[in-house]
């Protein structure tokens, strides 16, 4: 196994998704995610992308994000909203609850930390 690896679209076959039903606050979201990393501990890195729609969120786990492309408002319970685009980066940590909502199509890259 080599111990460079590249996080592309190429490398691997998305899987599809969506919001549980009992999440879901509006639209109809539709989750591709390209995990190209995957290591004991829980250790995740790869690729996810949305189309436009609202659902609420919780993070037992610890995530960074860089947003590639699109716009997203994730807003915490009781707390502020953040608009998101591409370009920015940011952390949610293991707690946060809120809503993520996609108003244009939203890829990001991602490292999981369960």
Known sequence: MAAFLSVDTKSVEPESGAPAPDRLISGDPKFRTWNVEEREGGLYAG??????????????????CHIMSGISVIAED?????????????????????????????RKEYVIKL
């Open 47 to 64: 690729i996810w992308e949305s189309t436009p729609g609202k659902w609420r969120i919780v993070y037992d786990e610890w995530e960074f």
């Open 78 to 106: 009781g707390g502020q909203a953040h608009t998101v685009k591409a370009g920015d980066s940011f952390v949610l940590r293991p707690g946060f609850k809120g809503s993520w909502e996609v108003l244009e199509t939203t």
